[in-house]
């Protein structure tokens, strides 16, 4: 700058990237309508909705390397940390909004079962069901499983503030293993579930917000399996470490809202039922 000063935040130049984003995330959304009406696009609901999904993910990693690399050069000051926290918190946010979507359609349901009493028999869960699962069998395992996942990402954060590198991956490991066990037991718990997806209102909002948040785990798994391989290569500092700050936000994230699964979906909507 002419005065000689130097400015607190960093100015980013040109970039496509952002736009391939936009684009790969359009495509391929577009592209899953053309899936759901193949009488209608054809042979386009299986090439578009595939040519969208590779162009996000390779816009994602490129943009996302971008910014480790901006990170290396020294470009995250304390303000472009400080947005990029407030970033993150605006994006939790509006996953939580999803969520709130599927807990609405579930208490809509079980709370007010006389108004769609034609289709559940005006009692909840609907009359039609056999048996519902059990919270106290792999519900609750699952619940254990993903309380002590976030002690060990707890472990992971604390150890690499105070500079303790082993801890750090140690941790990230445990969270990684814990993660993938959940996810596994989660798969086979829908593959003996005793109803299915979309027969009725019940099956429908139960896996819609526990499948939901199947997917976040998936998804944090990856997120940490990153930061992972981020710390084998010497990557975060005790002073400088947001992306496996926003891993770690996310996890605690995943562990909060799968308590109010727990209780809300498998315990209270289950409430007298006969269980699997």
């Known amino acids: 700058m002419a005065s000689g000063k130097t400015h607190d935040y960093h100015i980013l130049p040109p970039d496509l990237v952002p736009l391939a984003t936009t684009l790969g995330a359009f495509t391929f959304t577009t592209g899953m309508v053309f899936m759901m009406h193949p009488e209608t696009f054809g042979a386009l609901g299986h090439i578009v909705p595939w040519a969208g999904l590779a162009l996000l993910l390779a816009a994602m990693f490129t943009w996302f390397n971008k910014i480790v690399n901006e990170a290396h050069a020294g470009d995250h000051t304390p303000v472009v940390q400080l947005h990029q926290r407030y970033g993150m918190i605006l994006f939790i946010a509006s996953e939580v909004m999803f969520f709130v979507g599927w807990f609405w359609a579930f208490f809509d349901f079980s709370l007010f079962p006389s108004t769609i009493s034609k ?146 979906i498998y315990i209270w909507g289950n409430w007298g039922f006969a269980v699997d």
């Open 119 to 264: 289709a559940i028999g005006g009692q909840w869960p609907p009359k039609e069901l056999e048996a519902v699962l059990d919270a106290f069998d792999l519900p609750l395992l699952n619940t254990m499983i993903l309380l002590l996942s976030g002690t060990t990402v707890t472990w992971a954060h604390h150890s690499l503030i105070h500079g303790d590198r082993s801890g750090l991956k140690k941790g990230l490991w445990l969270t990684i293993v814990l993660g993938i066990l959940f996810s596994s037991l989660q798969a086979f718990e829908y593959a003996h579930a005793p109803f299915a997806f979309g027969k009725n209102t019940y099956g429908s909002a139960f896996y819609m917000a526990t499948g939901f948040h199947g997917f976040h785990v998936i998804v944090g798994t990856i997120f940490l399996a990153v930061c992972l391989a981020r710390s084998y290569r010497g990557d975060f500092t005790p002073r400088q470490h947001f992306g496996f700050e926003a891993a770690a936000w996310y996890w605690h994230f995943v562990d909060v809202v799968w308590l109010f699964l727990f209780v809300c």
